[in-house]
């Protein structure tokens, strides 16, 4: 059976085949009864975009449920983070046994993921569609 990630929500706001669906994410201890009057608790509203979808079927306000492959969202968490991160420390490492400079290093190590992160925005086209919500 396919794991898959849901989360009900809103719709926001319709696009051409793009629908904004506003999700209310909580944290673990969330849905307890006392979540009301504990500070540990906490809950925020994100968008979430869904695109290819027929928009004639939705209307704003309508609450719809949206899910994404289990897997796409690793995959996503290691582009957004893993990845950056074993790119920064490789970087950091390197410069650092080259030039015995901390402050260089440290610079070059953050300086590295800038066209990382800018090769992503250029191929967020192909991104979406492999990390992309469905309604269902």
Not at 18 to 40: E, F, L, P, T, Y
Not at 111 to 133: E, H, I, T
């Amino acid at each position: 059976m396919k794991k898959t990630i849901t989360h009900s929500g809103m719709i926001e706001r319709i696009e051409y085949n793009h629908i904004v669906v506003r999700i209310a994410q909580v944290s673990g201890c969330g849905s307890c009864k006392m979540a009301g009057h504990c500070n540990a608790s906490e809950s925020k509203d994100k968008l979430i975009d869904v695109y290819h979808v027929d928009t004639s079927k939705y209307q704003v306000g309508d609450h719809v449920v949206v899910s994404a492959d289990l897997k796409s969202g690793y995959k996503a968490v290691a582009w957004g983070f893993g990845v950056p991160l074993i790119i920064m420390v490789a970087t950091l490492l390197l410069v650092r046994l080259w030039t015995h400079d901390d402050a260089m290093a440290a610079l070059m190590g953050v300086s590295a993921l800038v066209p990382y992160y800018f090769l992503l925005f250029l191929l967020r086209d192909k991104l979406c569609d492999k990390f992309s919500f469905a309604i269902v």
